[in-house]
C-alpha cells in the first residue's frame, strides 16, 4: 500500500533563499491539495488542483508561493525569497473523484533561518 | 474566526470510553463533519465523517447533534495507541472539491 509520500521530510534554509517540496499522491487519485500547518494549529488549505489544473488558491499563498502539478501526477510546492515566518509544516493530501476523504503524506518540516 | 472549536486537551483512562466534543455552529446544510487524528511528527489520520446522521465504524462512533450545530466523537475503548491530537474539521463542498477547515484539535492523552 503506497500512501501520498513527500519529500523531503525536512529542509532548513537560510532566509532568502528558494525551496521545492515535493509530493507524490497515490495513483487513482486525480485531487490534490496542500496545507500549511504551524506549531499548535490545525493545517490551513493552501491550494488544489483536479489533475493537472490548479482551480483553488487561498489567500494564505502569497506570489513568493507556486504550486504546480504537471501531467496531473505529483506536484511541487516551491516558496521564493523564503522569510522566517514561513517555517511550518506543509502537508499534502489527495483524494479520490469523490473527494470525502482526503489522505494525507507525513508532511515537510520547514525552518527558515 | 475559527470554523470548529474544540476543547485544548482531555485525559482518559485506558480501556474507558472518551467523548471529544465539537461545536460548529456555523455549519451550512451540506458541510460534512470529518475528524482526523494526528500523532507527532506524522500527517492526519482519517478517523470519521458524516453528515445529518449518526455514523460508527470500527475506530469510533460519530454523534451529531439534531441542529447540526454540535458533534462527538466517540472512541469506545481508549487505548495508549489512541494519544493523539483530534482535529474536527468542517468539510465545504465547493466548486466541486472538498474544502477543508480545521479546527485547533484537542490533545487526548490516555493513561494505563
Known amino acids: 500500500d503506497t500512501g501520498v509520500s513527500q519529500n523531503p521530510r525536512h529542509k532548513i534554509t537560510k532566509r532568502g533563499q528558494n525551496v521545492t517540496f515535493r509530493c507524490d499522491p497515490i495513483?487513482?487519485?486525480?485531487?490534490l491539495y496542500w496545507y500549511r500547518q504551524t506549531l499548535g494549529q490545525g493545517p490551513e488549505f493552501l491550494t488544489y488542483f483536479q489533475n493537472e489544473a490548479q482551480l483553488e488558491k487561498s489567500r494564505l499563498l502569497s506570489d513568493r508561493f507556486s504550486a504546480e502539478r504537471p501531467k496531473g501526477s505529483f506536484s511541487t510546492l516551491e516558496i521564493q525569497r523564503t522569510e522566517q515566518g514561513d517555517s511550518a509544516m506543509y502537508l499534502c493530501?489527495?483524494?479520490?473523484?469523490?473527494?470525502?476523504?482526503?489522505?494525507f503524506g507525513p508532511g515537510t518540516r520547514l525552518l527558515v533561518l | 474566526d475559527a470554523k470548529t472549536t474544540q476543547p485544548n486537551s482531555m485525559e482518559s483512562n485506558e480501556e474507558e470510553p472518551v467523548h471529544l466534543p465539537c461545536n460548529h455552529s456555523t455549519i451550512s446544510g451540506t458541510d460534512y463533519i470529518h475528524w482526523y487524528r494526528q500523532l507527532p511528527s506524522q500527517g492526519p489520520e482519517y478517523v470519521i465523517h458524516?453528515?445529518?446522521s449518526n455514523v460508527n465504524n470500527r475506530m469510533a462512533s460519530l454523534a451529531i447533534a439534531e441542529d447540526r450545530k454540535s458533534s462527538t466523537l466517540i472512541l469506545h475503548r481508549a487505548t495508549l495507541r489512541d494519544a493523539a491530537v483530534y482535529y474536527c474539521?468542517?468539510?465545504?463542498?465547493?466548486?466541486?472539491?472538498?474544502?477543508?477547515?480545521f479546527g485547533s484539535g484537542t490533545k487526548l492523552n490516555v493513561k494505563p
Open positions: 493530501a489527495s483524494s479520490f473523484p469523490s473527494g470525502e476523504t482526503q489522505y
Open positions: 458524516g453528515l445529518t
Open positions: 495513483s487513482e487519485h486525480n485531487r
Open positions: 474539521i468542517l468539510d465545504e463542498t465547493a466548486y466541486n472539491f472538498n474544502k477543508f477547515y
